[in-house]
Nanobody, 113 residues
Framework: QVQLQESGGGSVQAGGSLRLSCAASGYTYSIYYMGWFRQAPGKEREEVATIYTDGGVTYYADSVKGRFTVSQDNAKNTLYLQMNSLKPEDTAMYYC??????WGQGTQVTVSS
């Protein structure tokens, strides 16, 4: 089992920045893929940014390219999402996932105009 705990969400004005963190615990040696997803009210869950833990491949949704950066600290078993130039449409619950099998509880990001 893998447990994931997100932190770093909050409220910010448009143009601001936030950094989300996702701390993994448990059988972390089994993790080969981690990512950030988000879900806004009334919308489907969206893949935002993902990374393979060997550092080889990253993915960004078109809507966040150039503004968001996903990174990892393998020594700390922690995944990060640096979000810059935030827009009101980035408002959502952000979830951390590992291997698409394990999910965190989510952290709310609210961007006001």
């Amino acid at each position: 089992q893998v447990q994931l705990q997100e932190s770093g969400g909050g409220s910010v004005q448009a143009g601001g920045s936030l950094r989300l963190s996702c701390a993994a615990s448990g059988y972390t040696y089994s993790i080969y893929y981690m990512g950030w997803f988000r879900q806004a009210p009334g919308k489907e869950r969206e893949e935002v940014a993902t990374i393979y833990t060997d550092g080889g491949v990253t993915y960004y949704a078109d809507s966040v390219k150039g503004r968001f950066t996903v990174s990892q600290d393998n020594a700390k078993n922690t995944l990060y999402l640096q979000m810059n130039s935030l827009k009101p449409e980035d408002t959502a619950m952000y979830y951390c996932a590992a291997n698409r099998n394990y999910w965190g509880q989510g952290t709310q990001v609210t961007v006001s105009s």
